[in-house]
Nanobody, 124 residues
Framework: QVQLVESGGGLVQPGGSLRLSCAAS????????MGWYRQPPGKQRELVAI???????KYAESVEGRCTVSRDDAKNTVNLLMSSLKPEDTAVYYC??????????????????WGQGIQITVSS
């Protein structure tokens, strides 16, 4: 019922910056948590950053200080601004939404919604 579409990936040189965006669509009243995960080549998917509806954030230690997550609840959009990028940041990045309120009297915390994934490559 919820679809997530990412944009903004691509190739960037070490030390550069890049902005990711994700738009959620569907019969959505609100989303408790929105954010980003990533999966480097040959590794498991890991948390990058998330933000709650109240504005609380959580960052992975590997990116804290170099990334800023934000969201626009009017558009059900979450963004990730990444700076001082390193080759280790190379991965497929996935948008995630959790705790979707459909306006039906309950919040679904049992289902995670995922985008299709978008590639970020940090290389000289």
């Amino acid at each position: 019922q919820v679809q997530l579409v990412e944009s903004g990936g691509g190739l960037v040189q070490p030390g550069g910056s890049l902005r990711l965006s994700c738009a959620a669509s569907g019969n959505i009243a609100s989303i408790a948590e929105m954010g980003w995960y990533r999966q480097p080549p040959g590794k498991q998917r890991e948390l990058v950053a998330i933000m709650t509806r109240d504005g609380s954030t959580k960052y992975a230690e590997s990116v804290e200080g170099r990334c800023t997550v934000s969201r626009d609840d009017a558009k059900n959009t979450v963004n990730l601004l990444m700076s001082s990028l390193k080759p280790e940041d190379t991965a497929v990045y996935y948008c995630n939404a959790e705790g979707v309120d459909y306006g039906l009297g309950y919040v679904d915390f049992g289902t995670h919604y995922w985008g299709q994934g978008i590639q970020i490559t940090v290389s000289s």
